[in-house]
C-alpha cells in the first residue's frame, strides 16, 4: 500500500523558518515528480513547488520563489520543501503529491497530474 506522510509543520512567527518533509512508502518513486500543494480555508488546493525525478528540474509559483526551496533524497524516497521568510499568506495545509507525467524537463503543477497524495500538514503563521 502506498503512503506518503508529511511531518514538519507547525506554528511559527512571521519570517521564521519550517522544514516540511514526505517520506513514501510502498513503492520507489525515484523516477516520479515530486510536488508541494496547500490549501487555506475556503480557498482551492494550489500548487506550491515541485521537482523533477533526477532533481534537475524545479518549478515554483510565484508567491513563494526565492524563499522555498524543494529538494528530494531519492534513496530515503523522501523529499522537502524548506520554508523561510514565512509570512501570514503561507498558512495553510500542505500536501505533498507524486506524478508519474514528469520528465527530465517537464514539472507538471496541475493537481490533476499527481497520482499519490499525503493526508498534509498544518502550517501556521502568526502575525
Known amino acids: 500500500q502506498v503512503q506518503l506522510v508529511e511531518s514538519g509543520g507547525g506554528l511559527v512567527q512571521a519570517g521564521g523558518s519550517l522544514r516540511l518533509s514526505c517520506a513514501a512508502s510502498?513503492?520507489?518513486?525515484?523516477?516520479?515528480?515530486m510536488g508541494w500543494f496547500r490549501q487555506a480555508p475556503g480557498k482551492e488546493r494550489e500548487f506550491v513547488a515541485a521537482i523533477s525525478w533526477s532533481g534537475g528540474s524545479t518549478l515554483y509559483v510565484d508567491s513563494v520563489k526565492g524563499r522555498f526551496t524543494i529538494s528530494r533524497d531519492n534513496i530515503k524516497n523522501t523529499w522537502y520543501l524548506q520554508m523561510n521568510s514565512l509570512q501570514s499568506e503561507d498558512t495553510a495545509v500542505y500536501y505533498c503529491a507524486a506524478s508519474s507525467q514528469g520528465s527530465t524537463w517537464y514539472v507538471p503543477a496541475p493537481p490533476y497530474e499527481y497520482d499519490y497524495w499525503g493526508q498534509g500538514a498544518q502550517v501556521t503563521v502568526s502575525s
Open positions: 510502498g513503492r520507489t518513486f525515484s523516477s516520479y515528480t
